[in-house]
């Protein structure tokens, strides 16, 4: 059976084996990936803690992302 893998897997199956990008468009997502590529990634620690109170305390309610609309 054909493993079935999504176009993201796809592209990044090829960089990892032709040891660059799949494709270069010159937008400001594909600057910011190429400027944090490769880079370790931070976690800031009080913010989670932050994150996660508010979990609790609102536990059962929707969760509502700045910007969406209603």
């Not at 032709?18 to 600057?31: C, G, L, V």
């Not at 990936?33 to 536990?59: A, M, N």
């Amino acid at each position: 059976m054909k493993k079935v893998v999504s176009p993201q897997e796809q592209r990044i199956q090829y960089e990892i084996e032709e040891k660059k990008p799949a494709f270069i468009h010159e937008n400001r997502a594909t600057k910011i990936l190429s400027r944090i590529r490769g880079e370790k990634p931070q976690i800031d620690i009080e913010r989670g803690l932050y994150f996660t109170q508010s979990f609790q305390e609102t536990e059962g309610e929707p969760l509502i992302l700045s910007g969406q609309k209603h």
